[in-house]
């Protein structure tokens, strides 16, 4: 029903910053709340950022005040800007799709490094 690849992972220095992207395909991409999630290696895939259709937002307390997550519906696009990056954040990103707070459709992932 919906295929979604990210984009915009890459290496960089503590305290820097990255926008991560993800573009969606599929019909009613505007019904479903969209989410970022995150695994570092060997840990298990913990959620980041989520925006539901209507907009509202809801972050992980370990991202709130750096994160920004955003959406364009024209698009088909969910966004993921980071700010104030810290070596803990690298992890593979991923982007995921949903309704009725069941994930139901998953990126690749993207890699995201953060050097101390």
């Known amino acids: 029903q919906v295929q979604l690849v990210e984009s915009g992972g890459g290496l960089v220095q503590a305290g820097g910053s990255l926008r991560l992207s993800c573009a969606a395909s599929?019909?009613?991409?505007?019904?479903?709340?969209m989410g970022w999630f995150r695994q570092a290696p060997g840990k298990e895939r913990e959620f980041v950022a989520q925006i539901w259709s209507a907009g509202a937002l809801y972050y992980a307390d370990s991202v709130k005040g750096r994160f920004t997550i955003s959406r364009d519906n024209a698009k088909n696009t969910v966004n993921l800007q980071m700010n104030n990056l810290k070596p803990e954040d690298t992890a593979v990103y991923y982007c995921?799709?949903?309704?009725?707070?069941?994930?139901?459709?998953w990126g690749q992932g993207t890699q995201v490094t953060v050097s101390s």
């Open positions: 995921a799709a949903g309704t009725q707070s069941i994930w139901s459709y």
């Open positions: 599929g019909r009613t991409f505007s019904s479903y709340a």
